[in-house]
């Protein structure tokens, strides 16, 4: 893959001497399972059980149908799969030859298509014959690509694509190719939430080391099995991924989430750990299912991708016999950043995201880049040796995000408590200047958000003549309810909100749009506003 940028040498030597980064790579793990523990299960659907064996099997006959497509060391290979098995065969069969997989989102249509599998110089696109009234793989057929050779496609065949069902057969497994822990295997694609999505490559080193580590503070076992409601497009899903592989535990695979298949799989499962966003719980404890299945076997739910209420996280714990509720933060750029462990008090627990990931270095600082004491809000910075050595084609937002001496901006503003837990306040970009007095809407949300007659808000800048911007809430009403800027003013007023934060306008919407996550696609709210009259 081109326009990979290396790490600095020093950085090279410190990781490596420090034993974060080896040259293990995923093939390497999925095999030592097979051997070790070959009838164990690595993934679970339904009623179906693969073994690490099965897997195995599967990825190798997989990587050497691949192979004779000439799909080989560097190339960059697309998959739009939702979290089946056929998702996982894919990304390490891509792994085993020494490929690179680029995620992409399942929402993602024809526009967001032509620009992702375009700017990565993708040589294949594994994707769905159909996804409802959608043909993914008709619509790459379609597009000028030039770099796109091959169309992979899962479900009914399609005149001019590779058929998945068929790809496998007769592939005659060969011996794996020599792989580095520096070698690319992951370009993943910010959630463009206010700007266009940027290109985030990943060699092994970088996330293996993330995922062993991690794994171990999260008490992942080889007994356990680990869910995630987030996709594997996005980061959230593949890191659980990438812990049950490090852990030789099992990840139990829900396609698409709702509530009532959520909380059979877990029952079906006996699922131990789960991943998920706030909205995903929000749902299932208004659908009142976590009273009426078994929910015995968790031992915790972890809470990323959006702000965490504090009383969601309480209100989930109370409905797990044997469980507790952590939060999570990371980002494409390093996968996970900080969590809280099951073992941390629960004012941690509830009210941060933890403190760091084995490795990483957190850094508050103010906009001159002055480190902040604890308990100042400022722009969050990282280092660690998770973290990517740079945007793909893109030398301006590399030289953009890092200082000289390594810090990533992260582009979130947070505070760091004296122990070191974690709290995230925003988005640099989501703060709002009014008349010079800036703040982060999110407390104010979190507000809005607990109204009876309110499903979700957002509030957004909106341009001003006198003050520069002013704030503008958009509302989901909760269903059957109105609700008013009336309404909205008079709960901030009980809340003690100062005016200087209150909205000033009301935008009713249908729908937020939301990244995989459930995070709201900010840049998008903005754009409904143009034109429209908000009262």
């Not at 030592?32 to 993934?43: F, G, V």
């Not at 990840?251 to 079906?268: E, G, H, Q, R």
């Not at 915790?300 to 504090?310: K, Q, Y």
Request: with cysteine; proline share 7%; glycine share 8%.
């Amino acid at each position: 893959m081109t326009g990979f940028p290396p790490p600095p040498d020093d950085l090279v030597k410190v990781y490596s001497d420090s034993g974060y980064w080896t040259d293990e790579v995923l093939g390497d793990v999925l095999m030592r399972w097979s051997a070790e523990r070959p009838h164990d299960p690595a993934l679970l659907i339904g009623g179906e059980r693969i073994t690490y064996l099965e897997l195995a099997d599967r990825a190798r006959s997989c990587a050497a149908a691949l192979a004779n497509l000439a799909i080989t060391k560097g190339d960059v290979v697309a998959v739009q799969l939702p979290n089946t098995p056929e998702y996982v065969v894919a990304y390490l069969a891509i792994c085993l030859n020494g490929a690179v997989m680029q995620t992409i989102h399942m929402p993602y249509r024809a526009s967001e298509l032509e620009f992702l599998l375009g700017h990565a110089r993708a040589k294949a696109f594994v994707c769905l014959s159909k996804s409802g009234e959608f043909s993914p793989a008709g619509t790459a057929l379609s597009l000028s690509l030039p770099a796109l050779e091959h169309v992979i496609a899962l479900g009914e065949p399609i005149s001019g694509t590779v058929d998945f069902g068929d790809l496998t057969e007769g592939a005659t497994p060969a011996p794996p190719l020599p792989r580095s822990g520096s070698d690319p295997f992951l370009l993943l694609y910010t959630s463009g939430t206010t700007a266009d999505p940027k290109g985030v490559p990943h060699c092994y080193r970088n996330f293996l080391c993330n995922s062993r580590l991690s794994a171990h503070e999260l008490e992942i076992a080889s007994g356990d099995v680990l869910l995630s409601l987030a996709p594997m497009t996005h980061l959230y899903g593949l890191f659980v991924f990438h812990i049950a592989l490090m852990s030789g535990a099992a990840v139990s695979l829900l396609p698409a989430f709702a509530p009532p298949d959520f909380a059979k799989t877990i029952a079906d499962h006996r699922v131990t750990k789960i991943f998920a966003a706030p909205a995903h719980l929000a749902a299932t404890l208004k659908s009142g299912l976590l009273d009426t299945h078994d929910f015995s076997s968790v031992r915790f739910i972890c809470l990323s991708g959006s702000t965490v209420p504090p009383a969601l996280a309480q209100q989930v714990e109370e409905k797990l016999p044997h469980g507790r509720t952590i939060q999570l933060w990371g980002m494409s750029e390093l996968q996970a950043g900080t969590f809280s462990r099951p073992g941390d008090a629960r004012s941690v627990r509830h009210h941060t995201a933890g403190s760091a990931s084995p490795g990483t270095e957190l850094r508050v600082v103010d906009e001159s880049g002055n480190e902040l004491p604890a308990g100042t809000e400022g722009r969050l910075r990282v280092r660690g040796p998770s973290i990517f050595a740079g945007y793909l084609h893109n030398d301006a937002a590399t030289a953009a995000a890092f200082n000289d001496e390594g810090w990533f901006e992260t582009g979130d503003t947070a505070k760091l408590s004296g122990s070191g837990s974690l709290t995230i306040t925003g988005r640099v970009k989501e703060i709002i200047n009014r008349g010079g007095i800036k703040f982060s809407p999110v407390d104010i949300e979190l507000i809005i958000d607990a109204m009876p007659q309110v499903e979700r808000s957002a509030i957004i800048p909106y341009p001003d003549e006198v003050l520069g911007e002013r704030a503008c809430v958009c509302v989901v009403p909760a269903a059957g309810a109105e609700v008013s800027l009336a309404d909205i003013l008079a709960t901030l007023e009980a809340a003690a909100v100062a005016k200087f934060k209150w909205p000033e306008r009301l935008q009713v919407i249908d729908a937020m749009p939301l990244t995989p996550t459930q995070k709201i696609m900010r840049g998008r709210l903005a754009d409904r506003l143009e034109g429209v009259a908000v009262s």
